[in-house]
């Protein structure tokens, strides 16, 4: 059974940082490209960054190249998101996935990023 669980996310200032991470199971991990994707209230949810199981690729989306960097544990099924500088914007509820995505979404984790 696929399972993702997400963790790590939380309130914080306008120029903070936190990581979050995923704990993924029931997926071939160390072949399956995948991807951090975050969804705002009344907005679609978006791919942020995706890495290659030997992460020779990586993408970052527009809004937060030099900003955040994604990682992973193969050995452990874990994926990371390193996020610095954090802005406004980049408030929203954060999913870990395939990328592309499968149907199986975790709860997600809340980011939250306000003065």
């Known amino acids: 059974q696929v399972q993702f669980v997400e963790s790590g996310g939380d309130m914080v200032q306008p120029g903070g940082s936190l990581r979050l991470s995923c704990s993924a199971s029931g997926v071939s991990f160390m072949s399956s490209l995948m991807g951090w994707y975050r969804q705002a209230p009344g907005k679609t949810r978006e791919l942020v960054a995706s890495m290659s199981g030997g992460g020779w690729y990586r993408y970052y989306a527009d809004p937060v190249k030099g900003r955040f960097t994604i990682s992973r544990g193969n050995t452990e099924n874990t994926l990371w998101l390193q996020m610095n500088s954090l802005k406004s914007d980049d408030s929203a509820v954060y999913y870990c996935?395939?990328?592309?995505?499968?149907?199986?979404w975790g709860q997600g984790t809340q980011v939250t990023v306000a003065s």
């Open positions: 996935n395939t990328d592309p995505p499968n149907d199986h």
